[in-house]
């Protein structure tokens, strides 16, 4: 039997079989073939194949049909892991569906608790459904789901047989050429992504006025008879057309249009393809420009003559090449070749054919060229241009007739590995019926190659090559094809950055192409500072102003948040990279641009394995890190690097590609963030003296100002800081100067006080001292070498003891205070503090930004930064106080709000202050300190969303700073 079709059982399978059989066509073929209508258990069976086995169970499972499509980057509905942040409502369906008596409306989590369905996708409201017939690549029926009674406007509609929907036969009339080949396109990929030859494509048309494939099944149901006839007449016109394709076996033509990039080799900036070549002859441009312009277009293209031999139309390639010399002969200039040797620029390597494209023809160029070219691409790039172009399947049909298939990427990276392409592709062309193996036939399967998964592959490489070399026409090419054969084996990936003028033998002059200072701006940003392609601007850095060329942002970058970024030597002089993407402004004072902000982070080096800043190493590469997403350039300088003169600093960033800290030289910051020590001549000498006057000379912003941190660093002034609030001196540790008077006047009034120094932090020289009875004090300090002692002592011994222990810590009485002793509550038996973080945001208002435990790990007395743990607070609080929690936690958010409504109110510039709280057992609140440079605890109790939340305020309050005085967005 020539033509065996192997149905389902359903009806309309079995009345097409009674048609096609009683027809003559039998004898006008040569040729067996099989149709497979819905059937997918029947053995194998010969002859060609439309539908395989597996296309059909493919098309079956309807939750694979959604990952499929979507895997293949065609607009369907997202599958829906349901949660309590789910969007509802969603669509429940079973795995196998039912004529739409499956389908579930979904309104709450609660509902899809109590849900049967196998799996859930998102609901999206459509005003129009069809359902398309397509065969071998061709729409060749459509029709319109209708319903009489429809009312316009229903919140959810569900068109289906089930829920009284009909179909109609339509012809597209009311729709544009442009709207139907979107149709038409989405359809015809939808039905190849599944492995199919035929099927019936779902598409609705959202409220957007966007397709999308809603369903694709391998057969039809419920077809009338004009919807029968068409089946009928296109499976007989499709097998005609094989059996002739099979008897006649014409030379196919090829030609192709693989394309490169260009850049500096000295500085890998790319050259723009339109500054170097013209748009037509044998190497020009290809059609994608910046901003769809049509003006300057990024990419270049070789366009060889076409050939039935696919070693013409190589020669004509490497002739090319040698013409395009007298372009590209400079030393610096190169050319490039692969999936995306430029960040964000992806490359095809396009081959012509001069046949028709058909199903058959498609899917083995699928599944013998771009699978065995995948294995030989580099992962990550071949990864990041699959994401965009290279679906399986891509294809575009040619003025001649013929078509050019786009999928693989460019593979100009050697002669030989062209030349095998090439030859490859001859083959197929030729062979391709007899190529009809599908080894990208699961969802597994196509997963694995957009993921460039070549261990995936490993076992089906060897059947693939088997296959090609079992044809007639790879025996006239295996030289060329073997070593493309011998790489995929070894899954042997090719190198992006080798400048094909060195593979190609094209060699290079003596001579250096000059390139204008470039500012890359995106069309918005263009439009806000009235400025035109080709416009020069002045930006000042450092001391210096540049003349500035402006030129249009690439489209694949951050250009929709108004970003730029600028050439090489730019760069170099900000000290940032060519793909870093930063914004900029217009300062009115300078009448000039500005570029960042700039954020300093003022530090201390610490040599230490967590990196060259101690334990705020890792802060600050995430600063950096979040800083890059805001357009800002972030450094972290020591006091040691600025030169002021020349407006210049040695700063310190973090490279993330290289994984390594590295020094670069940098402009001075427009703001600064203190995290370093306490900047004073005692500290710094004239040092300290020309930071201080430079802040101020230079209009330089500071998140704390030095007014803030000069009274956070001083107990004492602090202490009598927060008593000009009546409303706080409640909750403030009696604190005064600390001398012999005041220490037997505290030592008599209080059962416990504490002895620190004035500006002292991490529990450096304190002393706790507590009453036994009249005579008998226990002292409790560290001494030189951070170990506790344990002292008891009388009365007349007491403060000879402590200015003693003061002297050896080569301080005075008078760097001391003393403070009141409170008894606090206690968790796990352990001193803790609760730390609660205020920081102003990007309106410079003040937010509570979290809330922290402090819990010392093994000191009962003294609580620092190297002897605690961080827990979260709300465990503390329920634990220690149970039902009386929220009481608690609102008098410290109640009392951090007076505090920094004080700062304000006393005009004291700060973006960032923590208040440190005891609590007693009585459910007092007390400031224990506030703090202007709180370590970030959030990472140690693993709220790492809040600890991001953190940093994006200090980088927000940056920006307003900065905004405050200048004109940008």
């Known amino acids: 039997m020539k033509i065996n079709i192997i149905t389902d059982n359903s009806s309309e399978g079995q009345e097409i079989m009674d048609i096609i059989y009683n027809l003559d066509i039998k004898d006008n073929i040569n040729n067996k073939f099989t149709i497979r209508w819905g059937n997918f258990v029947s053995e194998e069976c010969e002859g060609i194949e439309f539908n395989s086995k597996q296309s059909i169970k493919n098309s079956l499972d309807k939750e694979n049909v959604i990952l499929t499509l979507r895997r293949n980057k ?109 149709i ?60 002739k394709l099979v008897d006649e076996k014409k030379e196919v033509t090829i030609g192709a249009d693989p394309e490169c990039l260009i850049k500096d080799k000295f500085t890998g900036e790319l050259i723009v393809a339109s500054e170097l070549f013209k748009e037509s002859g044998y190497f020009g441009l290809d059609d994608r420009s910046l901003e769809a312009q049509k003006k300057y277009f990024p990419i270049m293209e070789i366009r060889p003559d076409y050939s039935i031999n696919p070693l013409k139309v190589f020669e004509s390639i490497e002739q090319i090449l040698i013409s395009m010399y007298k372009h590209i002969h400079y030393k610096n200039v190169g050319i490039y070749s692969g999936s995306m040797p430029i960040y964000n620029y992806w490359i095809g390597g396009h081959i012509h054919f001069g046949i028709k494209p058909n199903s058959k023809l498609i899917k ?29 399947g891509n294809y575009r049909l040619k003025y001649h007739g013929g078509f050019e298939y786009c999928s693989i990427s460019s593979w100009l990276v050697s002669p030989e590995l062209a030349k095998a392409v090439l030859c490859l592709a001859k083959v197929i062309s030729q062979e391709y019926l007899n190529l009809n193996k599908i080894f990208l036939s699961t969802y597994s399967d196509i997963r694995a190659y957009y993921l460039v998964n070549k261990d995936y592959f490993k076992d089906k490489i060897k059947t693939i090559i088997e296959d090609i070399k079992s044809t007639k026409t790879f025996l006239k090419y295996k030289d060329q094809i073997q070593p493309l054969f011998q790489k995929a084996l070894l899954s042997e990936s090719w190198n992006e950055q080798v400048d094909i003028k060195d593979t190609w033998n094209l060699g290079s002059s003596d001579k250096e192409y000059k390139f204008s200072l470039k500012c890359f701006m995106p069309k918005e940003k263009r439009k806000e500072f009235n400025l035109k392609i080709k416009d020069k601007i002045e930006i000042l850095i450092k001391d210096k102003k540049y003349k500035i060329e402006i030129l249009p942002k690439d489209d694949v970058s951050q250009e929709k948040n108004g970003y730029v970024s600028f050439s090489k030597d730019i760069c170099d002089e900000l000290g940032i990279k060519t793909s870093d993407e930063v914004q900029i402004w217009f300062d009115e004072n300078e009448r000039s641009f500005k570029i960042g902000p700039i954020l300093g982070i003022f530090a201390y080096i610490i040599n230490h394995e967590f990196g060259p800043f101690g334990f705020q190493s890792y802060y600050f590469r995430k600063l950096m890190k979040l800083g890059k997403n805001k357009g800002m350039i972030v450094y972290v300088f020591t006091i040691w690097d600025i030169n002021w003169e020349n407006k210049t600093i040695k700063g310190y960033v973090y490279d993330f590609d290289e994984e390594k800290w590295i020094e670069r030289y940098f402009c001075i910051p427009h703001v600064i963030y203190d995290r370093g020590d306490f ?70 009034r209080y059962k416990k006080v504490y002895i620190k120094l004035r500006d002292g932090s991490r529990s450096k020289g304190i002393f706790s001292i507590e009453k036994i009875n009249d005579d008998v004090y226990l002292i409790t300090h560290k001494n030189l070498y951070g170990y506790n002692i344990k002292i008891t002592l009388d009365k007349d011994n007491l403060s000879r003891y402590i200015e003693n222990k003061i002297k050896e810590f080569e301080c005075s009485v008078d760097d001391y205070i003393i403070q009141q002793g409170l008894v606090f509550a206690k968790y796990d038996n352990k001193n803790f503090e609760i730390r609660v973080v205020m920081q102003k945001n990007s309106k410079g208002i003040w937010l509570r930004t979290c809330m922290v435990g402090r819990v010392a790990i093994n000191n009962d007395k003294f609580l620092d930064s190297w002897d605690e743990k961080n827990i979260r607070s709300s465990k503390i609080l329920k634990e220690c106080f149970k039902e009386n929690e929220d009481i608690v936690k609102d008098k410290m958010i109640k009392i951090s709000k007076y505090v920094v409504d004080l700062i304000d109110n006393e005009n004291i510039i700060a973006g960032e202050v923590a208040i440190d709280f005891g609590i007693d057992e009585n459910l007092n609140v007390y400031i224990i300190e506030l703090n202007s440079k709180p370590d970030n605890l959030l990472a140690s109790i693993g709220a790492y969303k809040r600890r991001n939340i953190a940093i994006n305020r200090i980088l927000e309050y940056s920006k307003f700073l900065v905004q405050k005085t200048n004109s940008w967005s």
Request: one cysteine or more.
């Open 364 to 392: 083995a160029l699928d599944n013998y060229l771009a699978l065995l070219v995948m294995m030989i691409e580099n992962p990550y790039t071949a990864r990041q241009r699959k994401t965009k172009y290279g679906m399986l």
């Open 679 to 748: 900047v004073s001549e005692k500290n710094y000498g004239q040092l300290a003296l020309d930071y201080i006057n430079n802040i101020k000379e230079n209009n330089i912003k500071l998140v704390n100002s030095m007014e803030c941190i000069n009274l956070t660093n001083d107990k004492l002034k602090t202490y009598e800081f927060l008593k000009k609030n009546y409303y706080l001196e409640e909750f403030l540790p009696e604190t005064s100067q600390y001398n012999n008077k005041t220490l037997y006047d505290f030592v008599h």
């Open 74 to 182: 065609i607009r369907s509905p997202r599958r829906i892991k349901p949660s309590i942040k789910t969007d509802f409502p969603i669509i429940g369906r079973k795995y196998t569906h039912k004529n739409g008596t499956d389908i579930k409306i979904i309104d709450s989590f609660n509902e899809y608790k109590k849900s049967d369905s196998d799996y859930y996708i998102q609901y999206i409201k459509v005003t129009q459904e069809y359902r398309v017939h397509v065969m071998d690549l061709e729409v060749f029926f459509i029709e319109e789901k209708y319903k009489e009674d429809y009312i316009e406007g229903e919140e959810i509609t569900i068109r289906t047989k089930a829920f009284g929907w009909n179909l109609r036969k339509v012809n597209l009339e009311d729709k544009d050429d442009k709207e139907k080949e979107e």
């Open 184 to 243: 038409f396109n989405i359809s015809i990929k939808a039905i190849h992504a599944l492995g199919l030859d035929y099927g019936v494509v779902n598409i609705g048309k959202d409220i957007n006025g966007k397709y999308l494939v809603l369903d694709v099944d391998p057969t039809c149901k419920y077809m009338d008879e004009e919807c029968k006839n068409a089946y009928v007449d296109k499976l007989i016109q499709t097998i005609l057309k094989y059996d």
